[in-house]
């Protein structure tokens, strides 16, 4: 059974920092990339950052260019997206997908962040 699990969301003020965890099984980790999505109330989701499969290359959505970064953990089967500088339009639900180029993505249940003083 194929599981991604978030966790390290919530409530910081702006400026502050989260880290981001997702936890993977039930399917080979290594051989998938990495995809950090988020969904603010009344807007699209969009991805924010990506990791390739062995974590030798990332991309970042502008917006979180130089605040954001994301890392993998092969052995441990877990992604993490490092939040910081948090701005109050950073506040969305945060979710973790598996992307692979020929295979279904899997898609985790989300972590809401919410950046307010």
């Known amino acids: 059974q194929v599981q991604l699990v978030e966790s390290g969301g919530g409530l910081v003020q702006p400026g502050g920092s989260l880290r981001l965890s997702c936890a993977a099984s039930g399917f080979t980790f290594s051989t998938y990339a990495m995809r950090w999505y988020r969904q603010a109330p009344g807007k699209e989701r969009e991805l924010v950052a990506a990791?390739?499969?062995?974590?030798?290359?990332?991309n970042y959505a502008d917006s979180v260019k130089g605040r954001f970064t994301i890392s993998r953990d092969n052995a441990k089967n877990t992604v993490h997206l490092q939040m910081n500088s948090l701005k109050p339009e950073d506040t969305a639900v945060y979710y973790c997908?598996?992307?692979?180029?020929?295979?279904?993505?899997?898609w985790g249940q989300g972590t809401q962040v919410t950046v307010s003083s």
């Open positions: 990791i390739t499969s062995t974590g030798g290359s990332t």
């Open positions: 997908c598996a992307h692979h180029p020929i295979r279904q993505d899997y």
